[in-house]
């Protein structure tokens, strides 16, 4: 079953710039890996450690909202929240499936484009310091990580459940 993209919108701290975004990159949880070779291995592996890479979305935006670059560079600790809704197609049924991601983070990083008479410019930014993260797609959870509590579910299985218990959390 195919889910193709349609159309999509970006909800910044509640309201809508999806007229604004032009682009989007979604992180994806990715464990952190180690190379292991033990006891004279020909062939390395890399295991997966208790730990994600670091989420990092980018956005590009059509235009320069002043809205939006209010909210950049914020200090230290300070995050938004940005909803991502996109319509998928489903090919076999030629229904509309809702995806959607929240992430809360710094919109810290980022370039504008270079301004030229004539021609439209934008700006893009990364987020950082994301310290949550769920992906739903219809009613169902995907993925949903935070960093503090420690949480990572993946398809509805808390990867983390044995870890906080033994720390005692």
């Given at each position: 079953?195919?889910?193709?993209l349609?159309?999509?919108?970006?909800?910044?701290?509640?309201?809508?710039?999806?007229?604004?975004?032009?682009?989007?990159?979604?992180?994806?949880?990715?464990?952190?890996?180690?190379?292991?070779?033990?006891?004279?291995?020909d062939?390395?592996?890399?295991?997966?450690?208790?730990?994600?890479?670091?989420?990092?979305?980018?956005?590009?935006?059509?235009?320069?909202?002043?809205?939006?670059?209010?909210?950049?560079?914020?200090?230290?600790?300070?995050?938004?929240?940005?909803?991502?809704?996109?319509?998928?197609?489903?090919?076999?049924?030629?229904?509309?499936?809702?995806?959607?991601?929240?992430?809360?983070?710094?919109?810290?990083?980022?370039?504008?484009?270079?301004?030229?008479?004539g021609?439209?410019?934008?700006?893009?930014?990364?987020?950082n310091?994301?310290?949550?993260?769920?992906?739903?797609?219809?009613?169902?959870?995907?993925?949903?990580?935070?960093?503090?509590?420690?949480?990572?579910?993946?398809?509805?299985i808390?990867?983390?459940?044995?870890?906080?218990?033994?720390?005692?959390?």
């Amino acid at each position: 079953m195919r889910h193709i993209l349609q159309g999509f919108t970006m909800h910044f701290d509640g309201l809508d710039f999806g007229i604004d975004t032009e682009e989007v990159t979604l992180p994806l949880p990715t464990p952190v890996t180690q190379e292991y070779r033990g006891g004279g291995m020909d062939l390395g592996l890399n295991l997966a450690m208790a730990a994600l890479e670091a989420l990092e979305p980018t956005i590009k935006l059509a235009g320069h909202n002043p809205d939006i670059l209010r909210k950049m560079a914020l200090g230290p600790g300070q995050t938004r929240r940005i909803t991502f809704r996109g319509a998928f197609l489903t090919e076999t049924s030629g229904s509309y499936v809702p995806h959607v991601c929240v992430i809360e983070g710094a919109p810290n990083a980022g370039s504008r484009d270079t301004w030229q008479r004539g021609e439209k410019s934008g700006l893009e930014f990364m987020m950082n310091t994301v310290k949550y993260m769920r992906y739903d797609v219809a009613d169902e959870t995907i993925h949903e990580i935070s960093a503090w509590p420690a949480k990572r579910v993946i398809d509805g299985i808390d990867q983390l459940r044995d870890i906080n218990r033994a720390l005692g959390y």
